[in-house]
Each structure stands twice: as C-alpha cells, then as structure tokens.
C-alpha cells in the first residue's frame, strides 16, 4: 500500500503586514490628516495591497483606531499595591498614549464618527481606549483604608479621563501645562476616605 502523498505547505503568512499598514497608518494621519488616512492611501503608502488590509480591518475607521490607540501595555501599568506609584505609572502612560502625534491628528475625526456614525462600537474598543479596566485593577490593589468605599471608580476615571484630554488634545486653548504629579494628587484626594466629624453631645450645666 502506497502512502498518500503529503500535502504541500501553503504560502506562510506575511507578518509584516500588519505593523506595516498601521505604520503607515500612523504616518499618513500626522503628514495629511484624518481624511485623506483612506485605505486606499494606507495601501500605497505601505505597499501592502488594498484586499489584504480589508481582510484584516473592516473599514479605516477601524484601521486607524487600532494604529491610534492599540491599548496600554499590561506591564507598565500592573499594580504594585502602592497607590501613588501606581496612579503615576497609570496616568503617564494614559497622557503618552493620547499625546503620540498620530492620536492627536486622529483624535477629533474618530470623536465626530462615534457621534454621527449611528452604530454603535464594540465594548472591546472602549475598554481599549479608556483602559477603565486596568484603572480599576489598580484601586483593587490598593491597601486597606486608602480608597473611600463610597467613591464610584467610573465617576473618579471620568474625572481623570477629562484631565488627560484636556492636557493632550486641548493644551492649546487651556495654555496649562502642569505636572503630572498634580494630576496624580487630585485624583488622591478625590479617592481618600472623608473624616467622619466626631460628634459631642452637648449637657445643660
């Protein structure tokens, strides 16, 4: 009995393709802008064809989202337990991922197509883009006693979200450039526990 002939590996897959096309992503949103970031530019710029780029994102708004915002790496912002270190790690990490230049030219093109898009996105890219998970890991980790059991973490990211746009996208217009060790200290002092005011009784002598 003869044996069946074996099947002959197919092509391998190209790797590079991928970084290739977000690369390009990313260079055509800072030299053109938001609009002309088309897929059919991506394809010329890159040199990967315009099929092989749609086969891996479904539209260019998606294309640019993940070369914009691909998420915050788990390593720079794992928690340690102490709460300040962590809120520093976390917020620099949040302001560099807002501030790269082809997040910024990317910024108020993706905003206007979330408003008038009419569907809505899915939950994985908010979670990729708020990193609100790993912001709640973070207070999770904390000791004991050092987050107020009453504070709503979503109102406090929020609060933060708002700083970080604020520094990144409209420093311009605010013309404050503050360190980044105030943000951190605001956001303590919103999660610090309140003192409950001791309460005395007062007597008629």
Not at 82 to 93: E, H, Q, S, V, W
């Amino acid at each position: 009995m003869t044996e069946p002939a074996r099947r002959r590996p197919g092509r391998p897959r190209d790797t590079s393709i991928d970084e290739r096309a977000l690369a390009s992503t990313r260079e055509l949103l800072v030299q053109r802008g938001f609009d002309a970031t088309t897929i059919q530019a991506v394809a010329g710029h890159s040199g990967v064809h315009a099929s092989a780029i749609y086969r891996r994102w479904g539209s260019r708004i998606e294309l640019i989202e993940e070369a914009t915002f691909p998420g915050l790496s788990p390593l720079s912002v794992r928690p340690t337990g102490d709460l300040r270190r962590d809120l520093r790690r976390f917020i620099r990490a949040y302001v560099a991922a807002f501030d790269a230049p082809a997040a910024r030219a990317a910024a108020a093109g993706l905003l206007a197509h979330y408003q008038t898009g009419g569907r809505q996105r899915p939950p994985e890219l908010y979670l990729r883009v708020s990193a609100r998970p790993q912001f709640q890991d973070i207070l999770c980790a904390a000791p004991a006693g050092s987050v107020d059991p009453a504070v709503d973490p979503d109102d406090v990211f929020d609060l933060l979200l708002g700083a970080v746009l604020t520094r990144t996208l409209l420093f311009n217009a605010t013309a404050r450039r503050r360190p980044i060790e105030r943000t951190v200290e605001m956001i303590l002092r919103v999660l610090q526990p309140q003192a409950v005011p001791i309460r005395t009784e007062s007597h008629d002598q």
